[in-house]
């Protein structure tokens, strides 16, 4: 299997190397807005950064892929917890493939797979009150803040999809989200019903982008 994979490999690289007109080293850094959907009225987004850096396969002036591997801040923020301060981090290594279409001069739409790899999650002030699962008795609280990668999916897909702009001159602007096609935690149990977790649940990566960037 390994020597198929590399055998694969070769051959695509053979093809691109063959069939490409132009390569562009593209580095990127940008916003992210990110939260999990379905969306639940105590989540809102949490603001981070993204960065990192592409390359771009031109195969004609209409088209061209774009392979890269960034950075990325996810996660979400709580509006329910008792000092309104609450935030789970949740950081990845993002790498996507797009396929780009060039409809006007510089003006191009996008959009392809993407895996991630989790390399950091942690919760901030992230307190649970009992009342919120059964039996529904006396109010408690608990603090679950801290290291809580191991309640997080170590590795997701992902679909993107945007537009973007490239100047002339070099510089790239552009605007995407991530659409998350796996669960967010390691336990997709309902945490209301009953689940051994507070970190748990079906929810999915949802980001918007925003990112500057500059073409060689």
Known sequence: MKKIAILLAFLIASWIGA????????????????SLYPIENYRSMRAGLNIGVAEEIRFSRLFALEPGIYYSMQGYRRDYSRDGNACLKADYLNIPVYAKFYLWQGFHLFAGPQVSFNVRAKATDYIFSSSLCPP?????????????????????????????YTFDWGLVVSANYILGCTPFFSDTNDFLTGGSSYFQGKGQNSVLQINVGWRF
């Open 19 to 34: 069939h490409a007109q132009e390569f562009h080293f593209i580095p990127r850094i940008g916003l992210n807005l990110s």
């Open 136 to 164: 529904f008795m006396d109010e408690e609280y608990h603090d679950a803040s801290g290291d809580i990668r191991e309640e997080i999916r170590n590795c997701g897909f992902s679909l993107v999809m945007g537009a973007g």
